[in-house]
């Protein structure tokens, strides 16, 4: 049999909420039993049954919104069915993926149920039968719905072999694995005890422990206490968990599942059944039962259960051996959890070989003596059991009251070899590197509720380098529709950023709702925004910046003679001669650019400011590398032959209100409009001067540049000349140009020779270009591409794109990693799904545990009166569960429905059949996304509908289907049936 | 080269990782001389150690750190640097001269911070030659059959250092205190089996020697009898240490080596004693000399007291190709221990 590691874990047991929590449960040799909640029965009214067992606190909350489950819906939900949709969510999360990202994929679901006792007690009522409650009355919709509601297409089946079906279900999910059938698959077990009826039964057959605890192999042993559990693995092929770097934390070597056949009775144990499938288990994984450490028994603490247990385990296990093989069973910890117990036992066995330690068994220091366990090779766990180094094997048993066993084998996960540890040349006082950390949530207040949590489980770790915890962020606790991002380096600064924004309406920046995509504008800086060192502090810390400005240099260094980045890194001030200036600036436009898109910024429009267009061009793909490095060496060395004599300044007015100066120096011209008072001129010196000391004297601020040319005037003729004798291969762009040499939205022009030549001696048509842009694509955000802001403040000035938020990767002289991770929070904050991979080291790479996804706890359904309605307690009548208001999805638009009669019968429809109170529905409310319809609930919505405005007469739903989009469109279509029909 | 690196060398314990852990921000001599009221030029001159960090502000005295955090970071950095989870770590030894309890130890506080668990773990009272003792211990528990442990060292000033407001009339003995120290942490990971850096410890050296010597340092600490005491708590006999350390230097240079077999020429890099920045120069000039560079980080860390061999060796760690040699020096002029050990990457 192959391997199957087991990649991710969630489960919730008596007194142990979360995976973490049962460990600590186990380890600190606690048990979870307690006195019956009189949300389950009153325990005086059964007499017969034990007053305590193991019971799960919060066994009625369910985060129904989240699930886009009604309200209705949930209340008529089987509470199996509730505990197991955000159990699959941790425990796929825990396997480092976020799960929505298994959407549409055939991820198989295993779940092991026992019985199907609330189908039982809430369909018996034939008064009281409805659809929803028709639904949720299969055992078989416990996995169904899990795979509905993650949108999982692998098989997906609910088990019952009694109290081996977890078990069972694991076993069937792994054969599942490895025939391929699925490739990644949730595998394990609920069980709630609704009514005390099984336990009635239990307690006629002898087998119900007074105490309502199980004490396996104890002298003590005097029967089964029942309880509550719940427990889900994710399982991948060994060989793809691998591939994929995933946290393994133990391996299923093999599996058998047998019957007892015609044993005994049938619900007597059968001492030879179990010793076969303890033996075909083991043949299965290829080990001999001698390197077997420690067996999670099935130790339910019945008398007769116990004594054949170990006589089956003393038989396969008592071979001559170094130690004797530990046993223990969980159930004395919680009890029994019936169909998931096998669970339980497995999440324990999978949890000692992660750690290295197997707890202790509870109630061993008063041990049965009559298992003679010492003679059979065989010791139970009085204490906890350290874990030799190397692999460890293990087995884990369950048997099914019906005769169905299941045997598992397991060992500990292979070591795994981790990426070059360049981190652990940190040297002293280098800083942690830069990563950007994730959160979201399904509400705002779900958001602030998993950042405090986050913070808090950040809180407890050591200090450190925070990149691998945000690496691991991205990959699990992004695609919910709040998202919050923060770039930090080490865990102070991620918990304190996790804090100020768990602080609601602190730092709006850094979360929010977005509701489509960013639209990205590229500005491609000019010359001038060229300084020694640009980008050093990038360059440094963000591999992709790395390996993309290599790029740009090869293709230029054929052309320049010499490395275009040693000469930009060293600091080099040869940088500001244009020669070195041009092919240097073109080389960090395009490197950055290529950061941006390697990282999914995809721009929706590009612009360049003079030089800037020919990274921008590259961009666009209008020009290819290696040809746009060619021409850049080449117009930095003409720009280099011009004689000088050439500047240029900046004057804060428009051209109009200085007409005259211009028209009075000969060889002056305006240079670049970037914005309607903020004009650059060029010329030769004295005349630019003349201007500037006239204009200072009129009180319009001017400014000198560094530029030693007088560039876009005709003194650069020759240098245009010669451009315009290149051949440059060009294409049409495929993202729209916005082009600063025309002042429009580049149509079918070529960038050609021509383009090139012009572009450099004819004014820079900054302001127009940029309205252009705003009007084409309509930017969301605006990132500058150079290593110094100028664009971005012309922009501002100009304010031809209002609203649209300014970002800049590489912002001056101590920009670092930094702000290129901000640039991709932010973008991720305005809907953008980044390639994270793209801002991690490969060493950085490394999946961390993650605090689980906090549900809301607000929504609470538990019918007792539908459960147990044997004795006499006060009925209580169905709760309808408060839910808290909460602002739609357009929280600015209020719903005026009091003189909207149409929308005021849609809202008590869509009330009505979703049972939501009325001011959640609003009219924004989307009925799919938002109110969790389904067909179903549309058929009743269009009777509903129908009842409510009988002036619309019949709508057939196929009529009906394109307006039900939201709230608000099916009152508008159904506005436009009256009028029609009134017409 | 007298003897061949063998990589599968049984008996041999191997350094797989460090991690360090300074506090806060640098604090220069600037800073720290208008916190004193004296010239930063006195520090350089005298000292030579141009920064330190404090896991306390120095302007209001606030403590924001404990012993046991800074171990804890180094100790994950290394854990993490190496490559192992809290199940592979088997044992953990702390040093320090100044735990933040006395019990709990400081070493089971970060044990737990670790996610450690059924393990042993001690916690030596130590100073400068902690991070030595702490390795001795430890390559004693891998040679024993253990497979991977943890090894700290550390220490925090807050509990002997403090802004004053009466600096000015310190006596030049105490202030000296306060531009020496800093605080600090740091952790290795020893393994029996050549692992990420794949360091072998070739020798340990960890001898006392103070047989009737009187102290050369002196760190006392105080409780209910005699809080109010005004008997000075951190102490050093300057003259004593400035005439035997280098001297006992030279002599454990010696004695490593020649226990090796190794020649003057088969180290490739020298970890000396970091006193300061100007003790640790007159060390070396004392030493023979030879092709080794040295490594040192006082200058830059300030005394962290045990943690000070980490902060080399994370230093060092880079530098070291397969097949380099290095020497590492240590003297505790508390009682005057010899400490020193000798590495081979393989």
Known sequence: ?983 | MTRGADPADRGTVYVAATGTALPGEPVDNAALGRMLGVGEEWIDLFVGTRTRHFGWDPVTGEVRGSLAGLCAEAGARAMGAAGLGPADIEFVVLATATPDLLLPSTASEVADRLGLDHLPVYQLQAGCSGAVQALDLGRTLILGGRRAGLVLGGDVTHRFLSPRRDTARMPTEELVNYVLFGDGAGAAVLTDEPEGERVAVRAVLNSWTGRGRPPGQLLDWYGTTDRDSERPMLAEDYKAIEEHVPAISVEIFWELLDGLGWSLDDIGFLLPPQLSGRMTARIVERLPAGPAREISCVAETGNTGNALPFLQLERLLPELATGDRALALCVESSRWIRAGFALEKV
């Open chain 1, 1 to 983: 049999m192959g391997d199957i590691a087991v990649v991710g874990i969630d489960c919730t047991f008596p007194g142990a909420a979360g995976v973490r929590a049962y460990w600590d449960l186990l380890m600190r040799g606690g048990a979870g039993t307690g006195p019956v909640p009189g949300q389950r029965w009153e325990a005086r009214d059964f007499p017969a049954v034990s007053g305590s067992g193991g019971f799960i606190d919060d066994a009625d909350v369910f985060d129904s919104d989240f699930f886009s489950v009604t309200p209705r819906e949930a209340a008529a939900m089987d509470p199996h069915h509730r505990l197991l949709l955000p159990c699959a969510w941790r425990a796929l999360e825990d396997s480092g993926r976020a799960p929505g990202d298994l959407a549409g994929t055939e991820t198989g679901v295993f779940v092991g149920v026992m019985g199907g006792e609330w189908g039982r007690l809430t369909m018996s009522d034939l008064a009281r039968v409805t659809p929803l409650l028709g639904a949720g009355s299969s055992a078989g919709m416990a996995a169904n719905r899990i795979s509905y509601h993650f949108n999982l297409t692998g098989p997906s089946l609910a088990v019952d072999t009694a109290c081996s079906s977890s078990l069972v279900a694991v076993h069937l999910a792994a054969n599942s694995l490895l025939a391929g059938e699925c490739d990644t698959a949730l595998a394990g077990g609920v069980n709630i005890v609704l009514s005390p009826s099984l336990g009635m039964v239990y307690g006629q057959l002898g087998l119900a422990a007074a105490d309502g605890r199980c004490k396996p192999f104890s002298a003590d042993a005097d029967g089964i206490g029942r309880s509550d559990g719940v427990g889900l693995v994710v399982l991948r092929r060994l060989e793809d968990a691998l591939a994929d770097g995933r946290r393994i934390y133990a391996v299923l070597r093999g599996s058998a599942v047998n019957q007892d056949g015609r044993s005994n009775g049938v619900i007597a144990p059968n001492r030879w059944s179990q010793q076969r499938v303890l033996n075909s288990a083991y043949r299965r994984a290829g080990v001999t039962p001698d390197r077997v450490a420690f067996v999670e028994a099935h130790g339910t603490g019945t008398v007769l259960g116990d004594a054949i247990e170990c006589a089956a385990l003393g038989a396969v296990h008592g071979v001559p051996r170094d130690t004797p093989c530990a046993i223990g069973s969980v159930k004395g910890n919680l009890g029994h959890t019936e169909g998931a117990a096998g669970i339980a036992g497995f999440i324990k066995t999978v949890l000692a070989l992660h750690h290295r330690i197997v707890p202790a068994s509870l109630f061993a220091a008063r041990e049965n003596p009559q298992l003679r366990l010492g003679e059979r090779g065989m010791r139970l766990l009085k204490s906890p059991m350290r874990l030799p180094r190397g692999e460890s094997l293990a087995g884990v048993s369950s048997f099914g009251m019906g005769g169905t066993n299941a045997h598992a084998v397991l060992g500990s996960a292979p070591p795994t070899p981790r990426p070059a540890a360049s981190t652990g040349a940190r040297g002293g006082a280098a800083r942690d590197a830069v990563g950007v950390f994730t959160v979201s949530g399904d509400t705002p207040e779900a958001l602030l509720r998993n950042l405090a949590a986050q913070a808090e489980a950040v809180a407890g770790r050591p200090r450190g380098g925070a990149a691998a915890l945000c690496w691991s962020s991205n990959r699990v606790k992004t695609g919910l529709p709040y998202r919050f991002a923060a770039p930090v380096r080490d865990t102070d600064e991620l918990v304190a950023a996790l804090r100020r924004a768990a602080t609601p309406q602190e730092e709006p920046g850094s979360a929010g709702r977005p509701w489509g995509r960013p639209v990205v504008a590229f500005l491609f800086t000019g010359q001038g925004s060229e300084f020694p060192g640009m980008t050093a502090g990038l360059h440094r810390e963000s591999p992709a910046y790395r390996r993309h400005l290599a790029e740009a240099d090869a293709a230029i260094a054929a052309h320049l003679g010499e490395s275009v980045s040693e000469l930009i890194l060293s600091g080099d001030e040869r940088v500001h001669r244009p020669e070195f200036a041009q092919p240097a600036l073109f080389a960090v436009g395009y490197a950055l650019a290529r950061t941006l898109t390697s990282l999914g910024i995809t721009p929706a429009a590009v612009l360049g400011h003079s030089l800037g267009e020919y990274a921008a061009a590259v961009t666009a793909g209008a020009l290819d590398l290696a040809e746009a490095a060619r021409l850049v060496v080449r117009r930095g060395a003409l720009t280099a032959e011009l004689p000088a004599g050439g500047a240029m300044i900046a004057v804060a007015a428009g051209p109009e209100e200085f007409a005259d100066l211009l028209a009075g120096e000969p060889g002056t011209v305006v240079a670049a409009l970037n914005g309607p008072a903020d004009t650059l001129l060029s010329g030769p010196r004295e005349a630019l001067e003349r201007i500037g000391r006239e204009l200072t004297g009129r009180g319009v601020r001017v400014g000198p540049l560094p530029a030693p040319y007088a560039f876009h005037s005709p003194l650069m003729a020759p240098a245009a000349a010669a451009l315009r004798t290149e051949t440059v291969p060009c294409a049409p762009p495929a993202i729209p140009v916005a082009s600063t040499r025309h002042g429009r939205i580049l149509r079918h022009e070529p960038m050609d020779a021509g383009y090139w030549a012009d572009q450099i001696e004819e004014p820079v048509l900054m302001d127009t270009a940029l309205g252009a842009l705003a009007l084409d694509v309509a930017p969301t955000h605006l990132i500058e591409i150079g290593p110094r802001g100028q664009l971005l403040r012309i922009a501002a000035r100009g304010g031809r794109v209002p609203g649209a938020e300014h970002l800049h990767p590489a912002p001056g002289a101590g920009a670092t990693g930094q702000e290129l991770a901000e640039t991709v929070a932010a973008l991720y904050r305005g809907g953008l799904e980044p390639r994270w991979e793209e801002l991690y080291a490969p060493e950085q790479r490394i999946v961390e545990p993650l605090a689980p996804y906090v549900f809301s706890a607000e929504q609470r359904h538990w019918d007792r009166q539908a459960f147990v309605s044997t004795a006499g307690p006060v009925a209580r009548p169905p709760v309808v569960p408060p839910v808290p208001p909460e602002p739609g999805p357009d929280p600015v638009a209020p719903v005026a429905r009091a003189d909207d009669p149409v929308l005021e019968a849609v809202v008590q429809a869509v009330t009505e059949v979703g049972g939501y109170p009325p001011e959640r529905v609003v009219r924004e409310a989307r009925f799919y996304e938002d109110l969790g319809f389904d067909s179903v609930m549309i058929m009743q919505l269009k009777n509903q509908v129908e009842a409510r405005l009988p002036r619309v007469g019949e709508v057939s739903v196929q009529q009906m289907l394109p307006a039900l989009r939201s709230v608000g469109s099916l009152a508008a279509f159904l506005d436009d049936m009256l009028l029609a029909r009134s017409a």
